[in-house]
């Protein structure tokens, strides 16, 4: 009897050794594979069961990497097109330049790193990175919602206000594109200074994911900042633009019957 018990002893060692978290083997047709803390990227590719799921990964990589070089190529080339066309160095068009750079940096900063996550499906670059990863999608993010609240503003006042087009100075753009960033960066260093949800090393040290922190309060300070408050100025403000344009129409229509 004692040597059955310390067979099967054996066979549920070895059964446990297999199946280990910090082991990785190909066991029939399921790999299983963990990383270790200080598994890079690459050492911490998802477990794929199957060679399906491998295909769908490496398909879902080419895709995102495509994604990520049309929008590298796309704001290269309306930087370049606005920066060497002297017709096109409006001041309004500076607006345009800084959403365009700031698109670019999400494509050359944010987009990369968010493949990769998104391929491996666990985080392992660690919470330093993790942090700076997420606070960086939040700076170049806002600042692409808070140019398209500028650009919107500026067509409001250009609408509304005939002499808008000679207040429209390189100053008073370059000012507002300050504003549009230095709001951006106040959203996204909050977490950086420590607003962050209780969970949020654990999260990323033992469950491998990183997202920017689920802290309540830092939650609606940043919705509201990045989205919310931007997408109903930016609907007020046209549809402003569009009651004036009507507007005008009708007066026009008015016009042109009299006369004729």
């Not at 666990?122 to 606070?135: A, I």
């Amino acid at each position: 009897m004692g040597g059955a018990d310390g067979e099967e002893l054996l066979e549920w060692e070895a059964l446990y050794l297999r199946l280990s978290p910090t082991n990785s083997s190909w066991n029939g047709s399921e790999w299983n594979a963990t990383a270790p803390p200080n598994a890079t990227w690459w050492d911490a590719a998802a477990p794929f069961d199957s060679p399906a799921a491998l295909v769908r990964a490496a398909a879902k990589a080419v895709v995102l990497g495509l994604l990520i070089l049309a929008t590298v190529v796309g704001n290269v080339f309306v930087i370049a097109a606005i920066l060497l066309e002297r017709h096109l160095r409006s001041a309004a068009n500076q607006l345009i330049l800084s959403l365009a750079v700031a698109d670019l940096l999400v494509a050359c900063l944010v987009m990369p790193l968010g493949a990769v996550y998104e391929v491996a499906q666990r985080w392992t670059l660690g919470p330093e990175l993790c942090d700076m990863w997420t606070s960086g999608d939040v700076l170049c993010c806002t600042a692409s919602i808070l140019h398209l609240v500028a650009i919107a503003l500026d067509r409001y006042w250009a609408v509304t206000n005939i002499d808008y087009i000679h207040a429209r100075t390189a100053k008073r753009v370059g000012l507002m594109i300050a504003c549009v960033w230095v709001v951006s960066f106040l959203v996204c260093i909050a977490p950086l200074l420590g607003w962050k949800d209780p969970d949020w090393n654990r999260r990323v040290s033992e469950e491998l994911r990183c997202i920017v922190s689920q802290d309540v309060g830092y939650q609606i300070f940043a919705t509201a900042s990045s989205f919310y408050v931007p997408v109903l100025i930016i609907l007020i403000l046209y549809w402003r633009i569009y009651q004036t344009a009507r507007k005008r129409i009708r007066r026009r229509r008015a016009a042109t019957a009299r006369g004729g």
